[in-house]
């Protein structure tokens, strides 16, 4: 059933029109002309006593309609049915209303009873039509109805008026609406001439006066969804007047333009309210013919314009289409924008009425003005390129053309076309500074188009990389240095190059940006030229996979560690917080999944140790030598993987609060041991951003240079502050990574990045402390620092040379190194000689052990069930050995028996189904084929072990030996649950997923029960999303439960969509590595510039797992119903071959073949 919202209408826009206006209501479009004249006759006729026998007749005739509809003998309850009809509010709660059963009953009372009556009026069979039930509608209800006509384009056409069988003026008036030729789809569609039918749909009126409480309770009711304080609530349902435009009450009442961001957060809120008839359109004029815009320009900070802007832009949430993948409609509402925004300036005579601040209106109208232009020529330049695209370019090499028009356009509008023309480079920093606002949004925008398709250019090369570095710079400077204390909106403050010395960190990488982005427009356009030819195989074949350019690029962060650790760091402090502060409960999965996240997180910090990360070694350095192989085993055969004979181990071991109870107590300790890194890295990115941009300040002038090195020396303070106070944890931190690098001193082998990862480690440590020390031990310090300095060179030359995996280390070397450390030793009692010693970890981390040995240690058979399955394919094996050798000695007398009996033979031998069948084909026919297919029956030996069990069972003779033997039937059940367990383990996690995500929470499981609207459902992500990024630890128990089923799935090619981002930022990423390592690059973009796309990419995987658990549920019931019916052996599915989600799942009857392998 399909409702329209209501709509106001002007009734004087008809032909002979009424000057009034009122609100249309739509009603179910099956029988919607007896729908509204019931439901605007009872509401008109709220105070006549005699309505239900006007409506539907006196009690006998009433019971007689009910026999012949067959509505029962239960009497109505009429007060009550007309209670819940004048209480109606269509700006609410339109949808559910029309399931009410008992108004139900009462429009197909009076259809019946409407339909006789008109029988008795017409004259011949051809009279029958809307205009006779009309008439006869309005003598039998005794009212006058007026019906105001539109045709099937929405033009106002006709008002007719229908008449009691005696008019008089007092008598009752109710407005109906007409739509004609309106198409409607059929239920069931049979071919595409068939999809619909074309009929006639009424509405009807509701008076302005009817509809104030209405909409009042309405707005009330969304402005809570948006989470409203009540105060504000109540002030905005009284204050508001219900006729003005509803967003420029806003923007003019007081304080309440504050809470427009909140509005349109949720894409449902904005669709709900507009819905109920309140303006949410920022194009619409208000009472003075201005739009939303102009008030907004009024304010001190634009916030609420850009809010708007993006709402408008995008279309009003009306499609998928978004400027970012843009449609026709998008490119005519920027149009609409544009326009707008030009008669606003007209109306208001350049922002010279009511503004507080004519000058800074205007000059917000030119920035937001020129950015429009730019959003409209970009739509304009992909709509073309999609327009005049071969249909056989290759999807990659379209991206190559989309990217080359977009970096082309943007060079068009790097400088403000309102800025002074300058070659002086102070004086484009004061243009900078001028338009900040305008270079930020257009910086921002086309850092969105580029990582959305960057990833599927044709290949990764150092001009790619390079421009990528500086456009994740330049936003990443944006972000760390905004324009002033009130964020990158305020126009409060007074802003002057002086005053924003920071800011020539984002001028200064843009500036690199747009030289590096123009030296890869080259290279595009030679690689264009030289796939000229739009085939698809051409294009396919010079395509690179998306993975590999994200490698490339996480790879690439080697060259600026300071973003790479900082990252790695507050990744690891973000996931032990979360594990710290979740609560443990019975029945309450979400504590021990956060725990077991941060567990996983921990192990990847760690891993990085294995390459020259200095986060690793440093983190490395903190824990007991004997721990660390436990954190890495945990990591590897765990959480990080999918290993079948932990995985069980695991979910067993979730049950157990009181382990993960002191698992929670390591998590604190461990959070303990990071503090002094952690204050460290985010100075010393800082640090990094500034030098990085010193010595280009130089070239600016003096005093800019000055005032640039007095921000680096505030920085240097900062740092000095937090060395001072973590000042004995450094001592600590700086005596462990000795004993860790002392501890692998003697290896004449190492792994390549391990070693100079190691020296790296220390040599940033202790050129840390350098930076506060005096004399002579700073001088000391830099001598042995510069040795160590040659030691690490030296074994990187190794590395370049003969790019080994493992690099030898000579027996000077390892005296060489032993020296260093021991002199960095000694140093360090010099600069921390006045520091309280730090006591070394002496904490317990037994529990880490214990989880692990935990998990490997499940089993899943006793040891007197292991021993008869070990029996009883010894017994299998062995008689398929003695038959295979009985065979050949047959074929070669030539002596074969019957062919029943050499058929039951063949069965007794342990082999491949298709082996089976060639060996049976040719026994008769071809003696040497036949011979030939027995050779291939191989031994296999008896599994000793569950590993040894698992490996068997991956293979399909093992498989269907295992379904063959006859065991007890309490055990056969442990097989057949042993052998699907993977299938099993995917349905637990799947479960888990949507009883966190869904389950948990009252409104969103409210929702997914009943919200079928696209826009419900819009609403629904929207709230999942917030879920994950305010509760902690929902966020951290979604991402284990998605990464196991990732992790389960792997193997599968088929199913890569599952973990392939789809759409926008770094479209074909794997989500899989990125829920495993996490990635600098998109989550640092995607947490500036759009902080819904990776919720929201995470929740379609886990929207689609949750459908896709409820078929393999559904086929596991229908399984076991086959069993029960007598089968002997599983039927099982062949193969998991998706087409767009696991609800492909092809299930056969086969007897020999499980879903998956192990």
């Not at 001190?300 to 314009?305: E, G, I, N, Q």
């Not at 021993?867 to 050798?885: F, H, P, R």
């Not at 056969?972 to 995500?997: A, D, G, P, T, Y």
Request: some cysteine.
């Amino acid at each position: 059933m399909y409702v329209v919202p209501p709509v106001l209408q002007d009734l004087s826009s008809w032909p002979s029109g009424k000057s009034i206006k009122v609100w249309e209501v739509s009603t179910p479009p099956d029988n919607s002309i007896s729908w509204s004249i019931v439901l605007s006759y009872v509401i008109a006729s709220s105070r006549n006593p005699k309505w239900v026998k006007d409506l539907l007749g006196d009690e006998r005739e009433i019971a007689e309609l009910m026999r012949k509809k067959n509505l029962g003998t239960n009497a109505l309850k009429f007060n009550s049915i007309k209670e819940q009809i004048t209480k109606f509010n269509p700006f609410k709660n339109e949808h559910s209303f029309f399931f009410n059963k008992d108004v139900i009953k009462i429009v197909r009372l009076f259809d019946l009873k409407l339909n006789r009556y008109a029988n008795t009026m017409r004259k011949n069979s051809s009279d029958w039509n809307d205009n006779l039930k009309l008439t006869a509608a309005a003598k039998m209800l005794d009212c006058y109805l007026e019906m105001y006509e539109m045709d099937s384009s929405g033009n106002k056409v006709n008002v007719t008026i229908y008449s009691p069988l005696q008019p008089m003026d007092s008598k009752e008036k109710i407005i109906l609406f007409q739509h004609t030729a309106v198409p409607k789809k059929l239920k069931s569609r049979i071919t595409s001439t068939q999809d619909e039918k074309i009929i006639n749909m009424f509405a009807f009126g509701m008076s302005l006066e009817h509809v104030v409480p209405l909409r009042r309770d309405a707005l009330g009711h969304i402005l809570k969804r948006a989470k409203l304080p009540s105060r504000c609530i109540q002030e905005i349902q009284h204050s508001f007047n219900y006729r003005d435009n509803f967003l420029v009450f806003l923007l003019t009442k007081n304080s309440l333009h504050e809470i427009i961001p909140s509005l349109f957060v949720s894409p449902y809120i904005a669709w709900k309210l507009e819905a109920a008839g309140f303006n949410m359109d920022p194009c619409l004029p208000g009472p003075k013919q201005l739009s939303a815009f102009y008030y907004c320009l009024n304010l001190d900070s634009t916030l609420v314009l850009h809010v708007l802007y993006n709402y408008a832009s995008n279309n009003f949430e009306q499609s998928d289409k978004t400027t970012r993948n843009p449609d026709q409609e998008i490119q005519r509402t920027l149009k609409k924008i544009k326009n707008t925004l030009l008669k606003d300036c007209s109306v208001s005579n350049s922002f010279s009425i009511e503004t507080k601040g004519e000058n800074v209106a205007f000059k917000t109208f030119e920035d937001i003005l020129c950015f429009n232009e730019y959003q409209r020529l970009v739509v304009d330049e992909i709509l073309d390129l999609e327009d005049h695209s071969s249909h056989q370019l290759h999807c990659d090499a379209r991206n190559v053309q989309f990217i080359k028009k977009i970096l082309d356009t943007y060079y068009n509008y790097f400088h403000h076309p309102k800025e002074t023309p300058t070659e002086d480079k102070y004086g484009k920093f004061q243009n900078f500074i001028e338009f900040s606002e305008y270079y930020e949004n257009l910086d921002n925008f086309t850092c969105l188009l580029f990582f959305d398709k960057c990833l599927s250019l044709p290949k990764s090369t150092a001009n790619f990389t390079n421009t990528v570095h500086n456009l994740f710079l330049t936003i990443f400077g944006y972000n760390l240095f905004p324009k002033c204390v009130h964020g990158a909106y305020c126009l409060k403050c007074e802003l002057s190059a002086q005053h924003s010395t920071l800011r020539f960190i984002p001028f200064t990488f843009r500036s690199k940006f747009l030289e590096s982005s123009k030296v890869l427009l080259e290279e595009l356009k030679v690689i264009s030229e030289k796939n000229a030819i739009p085939t698809s195989r051409k294009s396919t074949s010079s395509s690179k996979d998306p993975k590999s350019n994200i490698e490339k690029i996480t790879a690439s962060l080697k060259d600026i560690p300071e973003i790479k650790d900082y990252y790695l760091i507050s990744r690891l402090r973000r996931y032990l917080v979360f594990a710290i502060e979740a609560p443990l409960s019975d029945g309450d999965m979400k504590g021990v999944l956060t725990i077991e996240r941060a567990l996983q997180v921990i192990g990847e910090t760690l891993n990085t140790s294995e390459t020259s990360c200095i986060i690793g070694h440093l983190f490395c350095s903190c824990f007991p030598k004997n721990v660390l192989p436990d954190f890495f085993k945990i990591r590897n055969h765990c959480l990080s993987k999918y290993r079948p004979n932990t995985m069980q181990g695991k979910l067993t071991l979730e049950k157990d609060l009181v382990k993960f109870d002191r698992l929670q107590k390591v998590m604190e300790e461990v959070y303990r041991i990071i503090q002094p890194i952690c204050g460290s890295q985010h100075f010393r990115v800082q640090n990094f951003m500034i030098n990085r941009c010193l010595r280009e300040s130089k070239s600016v002038n003096a005093v800019f240079s000055q005032n640039m090195e007095k921000e680096h020396c505030g920085v240097t303070r900062l740092m000095y502050k937090n060395y001072s106070r973590y000042k004995s944890k450094f001592k600590l931190l700086s005596n462990n990574l000795l004993d860790y690098v002392e501890s692998n001193a003697g290896e004449t082998k190492c792994l390549k990045n391990g070693k100079i990862g190691q020296l790296e480690t220390l040599k940033f440590l202790f050129t840390y402390f350098a930076n506060y020390c005096d004399g002579e031990i700073r001088n000391e310090l830099l001598v042995t620092l510069n040795n160590l300095s040659g030691l690490s060179g030296e074994f990187e030359r190794k590395v370049t040379e003969g790019k080994p995996e493992e690099i030898n280390i000579t027996p000077t070397e390892i005296q060489i190194m032993n020296e260093i450390i021991s002199k960095l030793r000694a140093l360090t009692d010099s600069i921390f000689i006045d520091t309280i010693k730090e006591p070394n970890i002496n904490f317990d981390f037994s529990d880490v052990t214990g989880f692990f040995n935990d998990v490997v240690n499940f089993h899943w058979f006793s040891d007197e069930e292991m021993s008869t399955i070990k029996n009883k394919i010894s017994e299998y094996l062995k008689q398929s050995c003695e038959v295979k050798k009985d065979l050949e000695y047959r074929l070669g007398e030539g002596s074969l028996p019957t062919a029943e009996e050499t058929r039951k033979l063949v069965e007794m031998l342990i082999t491949s189904e298709k082996n089976r069948k060639n060996l049976l084909d040719n026994l008769v026919t071809s003696k040497k084929q036949a011979l030939n297919w027995l050779q291939k029956v191989k031994e296999k030996k008896v599994p000793e072990d569950l590993n040894d069990l698992i490996k068997f069972v991956e293979t399909e003779e093992g498989n269907n030996l295992l379904l063959k033997i006859d065991f007890q039937s309490d055990l056969k059940k442990k097989i057949l649950q042993f052998m699907n367990r993977k299938i099993e383990i995917l349905l637990n996690r799947i479960s888990h997923i949507k009883s966190i995500l869904i389950e948990d929470d009252t409104e969103i499981s409210q929702l997914w029960d009943w919200g079928k609207s696209e826009g419900m459902k819009a609403h629904l992500r929207y709230l999942m999303a917030q879920r994950y990024w305010r509760e902690r630890d929902v966020r951290a128990s979604l991402e284990m439960l998605l990464f196991d089923c990732m992790n389960i799935l792997k193997s599968r090619e088929s199913l890569h969509h599952l973990w392939t981002k789809a759409t926008h930022l770094f479209t074909g990423a794997n989500l899989r590595d990125f829920l495993s390592h996490g990635n600098t690059v998109f989550e640092t973009v995607g947490g500036i510039l759009d902080k819904e796309d990776l919720p929201s990419h995470l929740i379609e995987k886990m929207l689609e797992l949750i459908e896709d658990g409820e078929t393999l549920k559904n086929s596991e019931v229908d399984e076991e119903k086959d069993r029960s019916r007598g089968m002997e052996r599983l039927s099982t599915a062949t193969a998991i071959e998706a087409k767009e989600s696991l609800k492909f799942y092809i299930w056969n009857a086969g007897p020999h073949r499980h879903i998956f392998k192990n």
